[in-house]
């Protein structure tokens, strides 16, 4: 079995920019593979523009990969994803990953004043211009949302022949999207290993009707790493059950549902969180791996209401005594 490899979405929106710098330092002193920035807007608590956050965090790191976690790329024009997008990649040396999405929440596409109807299409033609504008000169375009009359992207990406993409998606249609346009899927945080599964099906299948295998699959997870099962429980329970129900569980989904009737952590946490002492978290993870056959984990150490100092012990200890065993197990 391939090393798996660990990234970091770290703490967003919740503390200053700066904190989520030093943490981002923190991670590559660490040994973690990647970093991963979120987008939401209209929102409180979360950051929007994941790409000029990386360009920080580049400015910040050596080697550690920078990813989109994910970019809601209907929102955006694509001449303006490529050139930002190339741009990171230049002042990283080569290290973007950029991961697409096509979002879910109504208040964000009408803080554009963008139909959620047409996300489906709109990043649907918006990828496939930004490989174009990667990769090609002198793009031309007529499409639905998007016109192009000769774009050249400059400068180029620093990778060749371009960044990897990578795709959040659930429905069918986009999982095939994702297979057809991407070189990875991203599986979200929310779903229970349950609800993967049809999707990893449906995904696979699709990956090997485009010539591609199996295709590659990247997994975030909900992580949470106290002495025991219980502190774990103590410290952050309430909060993932407060996290979800208001970010996660508020609208229709098309794999992710909410656990009928009350809704304890043990509930909420069954195949989805990955949240107890380090020797279970491990298995936990090794479980997760194998029944996906993911090359790339991606760990969120927080949500709202989880004090910030309480984050940082439960990040260190992963670090400390969960990752070295994946490494050494994988």
């Not at 930004?130 to 000169?137: G, I, K, P, Q, S």
């Not at 009359?149 to 990578?166: E, F």
């Not at 979200?188 to 295709?215: D, H, N, W």
Request: charged share 20%; net charge positive.
């Amino acid at each position: 079995m391939a090393i798996l490899k660990i990234g970091l979405s770290p703490l967003q929106g919740q503390a200053n920019f700066d904190e989520t710098l030093r943490e981002c330092e923190q991670a590559e002193a660490a040994g973690f593979d990647s970093i991963w920035l979120g987008e939401h807007h209209n929102h409180p608590l979360l950051y929007p523009a994941p790409l000029i956050g990386l360009a920080a965090v580049a400015s910040r790191t050596r080697s550690i990969r920078l990813g989109t976690g994910v970019l809601l790329l209907p929102l955006y024009h694509p001449v303006m994803v490529a050139e930002e997008g190339a741009m990171v990649d230049v002042i990283s040396g080569g290290r973007l990953i950029l991961g697409v999405g096509a979002g879910y929440a109504p208040e964000e596409f009408a803080a554009f004043g963008y139909s959620v109807q047409q996300r489906g299409s709109r990043l649907e033609e918006s990828a496939a211009l930004v490989h174009r504008l990667w990769t090609e000169e002198n793009v031309t375009h007529r499409g639905r949302h998007y016109q192009l009359d000769r774009v050249t992207v400059a400068p180029r990406p620093r990778q060749r022949p371009r960044p990897p993409i990578w795709f959040g998606a659930w429905a069918q249609p986009a999982i095939q999207r994702a297979a057809r346009l991407g070189d990875a899927w991203l599986v979200g945080p929310s779903a229970s290993l349950t609800e993967i599964v049809p999707c990893l099906r449906m995904y696979r299948e699709a990956c090997r009707e485009t010539g591609k295998g199996e295709g590659e699959v990247a997994f975030f997870r909900y992580v949470f790493v106290a002495s025991t099962t219980e502190k774990a429980i103590s410290a952050a329970g309430d909060s993932f059950i407060q996290a979800f129900e208001s970010m996660y569980f508020r609208w229709p989904h098309p794999v992710v549902k909410r656990p009928a009737g009350q809704l304890s952590i043990e509930r909420l946490a069954q195949n989805r969180i990955i949240m107890a002492d380090p020797t279970t978290c491990i298995e936990e993870i090794i479980r997760f791996q194998k029944e996906l056959r993911a090359s790339h984990l991606i760990c969120r150490f927080s949500v709202p209401g989880i004090p910030r100092d309480v984050c940082e012990k439960s990040r260190e200890l992963f670090t400390r005594e969960v990752m070295p065993a994946l490494r050494k197990t994988m």
